[in-house]
């Protein structure tokens, strides 16, 4: 665990697993600036550390990198003892994909190694399952807590050559529903956001927005954490993180358990 | 018409269709606070004034209250001339249903009468077909605007003894659907809100919120303008009407085409 | 009303909307072989005479022709007492829809005219609400019946230009649900069929299956009874008719509500 | 493998993965009664002899039984290859799934362990992975074949106290749908089977058909193979296979890839 920053924050943890330098990040930051003290987890704890130094300098914030492999439960116990040492985790985003390769081209079926194809149920779905069950004690405990689900458009259709991909994201996609349906009446807040399309740098960077998008590309969306950060066009992850902080603070008079977010910029698919 | 109100403001026009005494209310009373001109649009123009005037002095703002029926092209196409003569009208809601009576209990099947399930299609689906006309060309001159429709349970699956309801619902979210397909890439943001429940009236009202929704009861849902206004318990139209307002916002690099909004304390159907 | 052919069947009526050269006819036939007495129905009643004249032929059949246009109530209630007069209508097969025009190219939504915008919901909703009111309390008497709805793509999912025909058959899909919940415990089987792609003429006909369909095909499908017969490629309508069959032969221990048909030449969409 | 039977048959292997006493039997009789060879895997390697050599003697045909665990990789490649030796596997029917325990009651989410959890995904989804992979090569080589996948209402949403079966379920729904898109041009058809309900005893035997079935039953839907046999009530299994048969025999002109089964004594959910 790297801990970066200075100022202490009455509010929750924020806890941000599978952060690269896209919506990870920008969602991290958006909690970070809205008062969170934000734990930010991923594989590569250099590059995490990074990200975190960045985000306290710029958001005056409390935030803690720390190292996890969703595919090992192991790891994400330690991962969860540390988080849970920074004090109460009010949100869990869950952000995390095993990425095929950092192509995102599609594979025959019949050349997908088994070990593959685990991994890829591994990080989607158990990891996840791992994640819930360490925070949810807590959020019952205190009455309140939000469990953000990220998925994409191979959570709801299959797509040839994608099969790793599609069963980890329709088995997180389930596993968010039976959470919502357990735990609603806690006041726990969980919700599925379907990014259709690829999540590109922030819009003030140096690589520009440079406009449509094809369906091939839309496997790319959210290769945060676990993938690579290859895609220089796509949807600005900090107009992403907003929603995600919106459906953060709905009231639990009215909340959404899914939602879909897409560029209009984007042919529909 | 009824003109209620005195600042004018710089913005354009929000124009709510399917004003009664709780949701619609609660988004006209949002767009108002937040600046906007408002148009409200319900049969009942004697109560549909007093709404506007309610709004106008608690906000501030001018509130114009048009006599609209729905299911006759005719008095749609007078309502918008009306509204369009306001002013750019930036953002359509579509708050407006046949509800079969007052009591919403099921109809058997060969006891709806055809003009019944006609004018459920009318309201539903060729009201918010019209509505749309009227204000999509100024949309797409301006390059911007934002067209919310409601829907609820009935939107999704087909419940016996509502196949007025149903069928109704089911044509409006496939209208949302080409609509955002036509018209996203000319800036226009339109999405499909669906409501799991009832909503009730504000909370801090007379009328309090009181508990557990049964799924008979879902059916009242946003039971607005051209519906009686009988529940008593349900979701705060406010809390609901805030996430109108947030897909309104939202930047088009991210834009939202459908989620779901229930109460945290309904029980999940 | 057109009565065609010699032989009596000890069954009941089979009745099918929407008859043209292709799936209609095929339906029919397949009910016609089995050993029904047919009733088929669409707007033209010289080509449907044709249809039962060559169905009576092949299949040794008692086959009717009777005129209807589904967008005008007082029609389908006459057709309806021409077929009931032939005995009780065990089966409905409800496969009209208005065609916008013989092209299916998509149509700009502000160059709609919302006559058109009605047809299309008064054939594919309106008409199918009428046809099934007339037979079911027949059906509810004996305790048995079969009623079949033809859905495309368009049933699932918006298309841009093309919201006429998605709102009639979203509201249609409604309807077959709703009916399936109010009736399947009376011995009334509802199902509703999702035809993908152009269905083509036979194929053992002069004009052959040629291959791939492209999306915008897609539209043309089932273009029977109401529609032109343009297409020269697409399903087999034999084959797809024997779903139709298998679904009347289902036990009501296992019962199908909803499946799809697509040609496996056919890209995914 | 035990090899039960003696009638030699011209046709190709059918393998019926996940085989107990109900719809995996019923699935593997009917396409031993069309002549078929075929294969029967499960667990229980007795139990299972005992249902080969009674389909064996019932339908003069060669029904092997080999042994399978779904959850561990090494005994699937195993249990195919004895599968593949005894010729052509024309047809995979894959019925199996972990069921987390004899009582289908509803688990806490923080008690669920997460070796349940991954064993379910192993058993749904994995185990189907694999077995597909085993097969597919052959079914290319021929240009023909049929797979087909055995779901529940956990297929298509989430249920609380139900993740493991869920999340199992979304992922082997998504595996059909890949497979499809991938394999359809190969003359693979690959179909997805959702049962509501119950599946019990054969109508015939002792046990009858008792009535209502609650929606808590449903989540024993199809507890073959790798469940327990408690339920005495539910859908023919002989019914529904002829579905799975009837999926088999359509021409690949009209292919369907879902259909959903209920009992239409059942109240709908």
């Known amino acids: 665990m790297r801990n970066v920053g200075s100022s202490s924050s009455g509010r929750g943890i924020a806890a941000v697993v599978g952060v690269g330098p896209k919506l990870g990040r920008s969602v991290a930051r958006k909690f970070a600036h809205e008062g969170y003290t934000v734990a930010i987890l991923a594989r590569d704890l250099g590059r995490l550390s990074r990200v975190a130094e960045e985000i306290a300098r710029e958001e005056k914030a409390q935030v803690f990198a720390i190292r996890i492999d969703c595919s090992d439960q192991r790891s994400v116990r330690e991962a969860f003892e540390g988080v849970l040492s920074l004090g109460f985790v009010e949100v869990l985003v869950y952000n995390a994909y095993q990425s ?25 779905a158990v990891g996840a399952f791992l994640c819930a069950q360490q925070v949810i004690p807590g959020m019952i405990e205190r009455g309140k807590g939000t469990i953000l689900f990220t998925g994409c458009s191979a959570s709801l259709y299959g797509v040839a050559g994608f099969s790793e991909l599609c069963c980890g994201k329709f088995a997180l996609r389930a596993l968010a529903q039976c959470l919502t349906r357990e735990y609603q009446a806690f006041g726990i807040h969980v919700a599925h956001v379907i990014i259709h399309g690829v999540v590109g740098p922030p819009r003030g960077s140096a690589m520009e927005y440079r406009g449509m998008v094809t369906e091939q590309q839309t496997l790319q969306s959210e290769e945060e954490g676990e993938g690579e950060s290859s895609g220089v066009t796509g949807m600005d992850p900090d107009r992403v993180a907003q929603t995600y902080w919106y459906l953060h603070v709905q009231d639990r008079s009215a909340w959404t358990q899914e939602l879909d977010l897409r560029s209009s910029f984007t042919s529909f698919y």
Do not use: C, E, M
């Open 100 to 124: 095929a390769s950092s192509t995102y081209r599609p594979t025959s079926f019949t050349d997908i190694p088994v070990g593959s194809f685990q991994r890829s149920l591994a990080v989607s």
